[in-house]
Structure formats: C-alpha cells, structure tokens
Nanobody
C-alpha cells in the first residue's frame, strides 16, 4: 500500500504562484505520476502527467502556466503553478498512475 501526501495548497491572489508537492511512501521510480483537480460541483479533471523518464503532458488549461516535475530520489512529485486564475480553484490530487493510488488532496483557492 502506497500513501501519497499532498502539500503546498493555500489561498493566493490572481496572478500568483503556488508549488504543490506530493510525497510518496514508496518509490516512484519507473512509475508515471500525475495531478488531477476537482472544483466544487464539477468532475475531477486531469491537469498534468509525467512519465518515468520525465516526459510531461498538460491539459490545455495548464499549458504555459503549470510545470510538473519529479524527484525520484525523494519520491516526490511537484506541480509549479504560475499566473493562477480564479478558475484554478480546486482540490488538487496527486496520483500514481499504475498501480493506481490517489492522495487525499490539497486545496488551492485563487481569490482577491
């Protein structure tokens, strides 16, 4: 059983930045990882993924503003979020793709 623990969420003004972290209790080496988010009243949506060799992909809403990265030595996944918008407000979830594990989420609120 792997535990994923997200951190780094919070309240930020529009245009601001946050860096989310996801610490895994197990090794993430050779495993694709990703971030998803869920806004109130909406379905969970994919944000970004990164393969075991560092190839990243992004949802259109995240392209050019978010950067996913990983530190295999620390078993940690990151999401750098810049130029945040109110519509980025959501609970952000870390996911180990296969085997599939989810974190509990961290709240991001973008508001003035």
């Amino acid at each position: 059983q792997v535990q994923l623990v997200e951190s780094g969420g919070g309240l930020v003004q529009p245009g601001g930045s946050l860096r989310l972290s996801c610490a895994s209790s197990g090794s993430i080496f050779s495993i694709s990882m990703g971030w998803w988010r869920q806004a109130p009243g909406k379905e969970r949506e994919w944000v970004a993924t990164i393969t075991s060799v560092g190839i990243s992909s992004y949802a259109d809403s995240a392209k050019g503003r978010f950067t996913i990265s990983r530190d295999n030595a620390k078993s940690t996944l990151y999401l750098q979020m810049n130029s945040l918008k109110p519509e980025d407000t959501a609970t952000y979830y870390c996911r180990m793709i296969y085997p599939s594990y989810w974190g509990q989420g961290t709240q991001v609120t973008v508001s003035s």
